[in-house]
């Protein structure tokens, strides 16, 4: 009994695990036409200067994979409003 019970707690630990990662992916439609992309970036707090600089809310940005799959790492993606 015990041992089926580990069973159902290990598969639904996983089954959670993949539904947190899966919800938290970021993907280039998501953003597509929502953001003016900008600089590159490492955390969020690097994209304010940049997308104030571009004239847009230092306040309304995030920190996203390179929209067009190169091997620029993340870019800043000035949320437009």
């Known amino acids: 009994m015990a ?3 580990s ?3 290990v598969g639904l630990l996983v ?3 993949v539904m947190l990662v899966t919800s938290t992916g970021y993907t280039v ?3 597509h036409g929502k953001c003016d992309f900008v600089g590159g970036c490492h955390t969020k707090d690097d994209c304010a200067e940049p997308c104030a600089a571009a ?3 230092p306040a309304a940005v995030i920190c996203v994979p390179d ?3 190169g ?11």
Do not use: A, F
């Open 3 to 5: 041992s089926k019970l």
């Open 15 to 17: 089954l959670s695990l």
């Open 67 to 69: 929209p067009t799959g």
């Open 29 to 31: 439609d998501q953003y």
């Open 55 to 57: 004239g847009h809310s």
């Open 71 to 81: 091997s620029n790492g993340k870019m800043c993606c000035c949320i437009l409003e």
């Open 7 to 9: 069973v159902l707690i």
